[in-house]
């Protein structure tokens, strides 16, 4: 880990990075975004043993949720799922993780730097 850093699922948290990270946070994810980072995280996990009719339904109902969080938080947590997880998540513990992501990241803007 870098010296005087904080690392989130996928981002590290500098001391001077607070603007960019303000700014970040303005920039909604894309229900298209959303759905291609969901459909690459699912890759890397055991499979289920859902229909196709279920996975199209899971990544719409998903998308659609994920679309209501910023880029930056959606990115951090799908992109880093696999490091810690085996499973595709619940909806109720893909929200919990995008919760603590943004708000970490929100407590961090507003302090305008990172202190431990």
Not at 23 to 34: F, G, H, R, T, V
Request: charged content about 25%; overall charge neutral; glycine content about 4%.
């Amino acid at each position: 880990m870098p010296p005087n850093c904080y690392r989130l699922p996928g981002l590290w948290l500098t001391p001077d990075g607070h603007e960019r990270m303000a700014a970040a946070l303005s920039y909604p994810c894309s229900e298209q975004l959303a759905a291609k980072l969901f459909v690459a995280m699912t890759v890397l996990l055991r499979p289920t043993s859902e229909s196709s009719e279920e996975r199209e339904l899971r990544l719409g109902a998903t998308a659609k949720r994920l679309a209501c969080y910023p880029k930056l938080v959606v990115q951090a947590v799908l992109e880093h799922w696999g490091d810690t997880e085996q499973w595709v998540p619940a909806w109720a513990d893909l929200k919990q993780r995008l919760d603590e992501a943004e708000s970490a990241i929100r407590v961090y803007v507003a302090k305008g730097a990172w202190t431990r």
